[in-house]
């Protein structure tokens, strides 16, 4: 299959030298043509160092390229999802006619829409046709063709059947479920405690204090995540405990690096800059912190977190502040 790949970031680029090896014609687009080209001469995979990139893969700054593609998949940050959405709209490109995949992960913060919603809100005649790929899958790993299993997600089965076998081969598992919804808010909750995960770190906590997070972090997931119509079971599995538990633990995981620099005393803005990557999981938390008072939902870990990123608040007096709630039970 011809399949174009948006967004040329580690994951996005790893992606496409995936479906490159397993076959198909790839497209990949980078936003900006001077990185573009630097992109097309080096033919290194960005930040993660080591891998090379197919010479069978065309990189492009131009978004036409979608026309000579029969799949689309959105790798570019959630928070330029809409704005690469509309940008395809204006040049007349009927997305309605492609198989979509998104592999991005997000809740947008003026909308609190997920990515699949967006895509839908502006091509309306994509809706129930799109399919999710999510797990843990870090790109460094997948590059390395390390073993990796992750979930196609979809209203419309035989999509996520379809998607599957675009990307499955002896190193990259693809299994597949209906929940689109549970698949994407547990790809875009887990970086909130992730960012958790590192404070834990940066702080020089332990292994007892890590494990809390997570199962409480899950708890929170699921509550916000079922209340917004995901399915519990869909939580328990790739998209949900297993994305992440690697996100926290992983020294990989950007967003826990970012949540370990804040405990240590860099501001947001540093932290992000010296990160250098975008850790989604900083505007997740604004959305998911918007949620929770929306929905009246309890989200602890969520408030605390947010109080760190965006109201400097000390990240031992969070947890401290954590420790000492009310008693209940579990």
């Known amino acids: 299959m011809k399949i174009s790949v948006l967004g040329a970031g580690s994951w996005g680029t790893t992606l496409a030298c995936l479906l490159a090896n397993n076959g198909h014609k790839v497209y990949l687009w980078e936003i900006n043509k001077e990185a573009a080209e ?5 033919r290194i995979i960005p930040f993660i160092g080591g891998a090379t990139i197919p010479e069978s893969v065309v990189i492009s700054s131009d978004l036409n390229i979608i026309n000579e593609t029969e799949a689309v998949l959105f790798v570019v940050p959630s928070h330029f999802l809409r704005s690469t959405v509309m940008s395809i709209k204006k040049l007349n490109i009927d997305l309605g006619k492609k198989l979509i995949i998104s592999a991005t992960k997000g ?19 994509t809706k129930d046709k799109i399919v999710a790929l999510s797990g843990p899958s870090h790109a460094e790993e997948v590059s390395k063709q390390i073993p990796t299993a ?27 479920q209906d929940d689109i919804v549970g698949v994407e808010l547990g790809a875009s909750l887990k970086n909130v405690f992730a960012v958790a995960g590192g404070i834990i770190d940066g702080l020089h906590f332990g292994d007892n204090t890590k494990a809390a997070i997570i199962s409480r972090g899950l708890i929170e ?27 926290c633990f992983s020294k990989h995981s950007r967003n826990r690096n970012l949540g ?50 965006f109201n400097n608040k000390d990240a031992k007096k969070a947890v401290y502040d954590l420790m000492t709630r009310s008693p209940k039970a579990e």
Do not use: H, W
């Not at 630097?38 to 080096?42: I, T």
């Open 38 to 42: 630097k992109l097309d001469k080096e």
């Open 107 to 125: 809740i947008e913060n003026e909308t609190l829409l997920r990515v699949s919603q967006i895509i839908e809100e502006i091509y309306p005649d």
């Open 150 to 176: 992750v979930t196609s997600a979809s209203k419309n089965e035989s999509l996520a059947v379809k998607v599957r076998d675009l990307f499955m081969n002896d190193y990259f598992r693809v299994y597949t």
């Open 221 to 247: 997931l699921i509550n916000l995540g079922v209340a917004l119509g995901g399915k519990e079971k869909t939580f328990y599995g790739l998209s949900g405990v297993g994305d992440l538990m690697v996100t």
């Open 260 to 309: 370990e620099m804040l405990a240590k005393g860099k501001t947001l803005e540093q932290a992000e800059q010296e990160l250098k990557m975008v850790a989604e999981g900083v505007k997740t938390c604004m959305s998911a912190y918007q949620l929770g008072k929306k929905l009246n939902i309890d989200l602890p870990i969520i408030n605390q977190v947010y109080e760190v990123l």
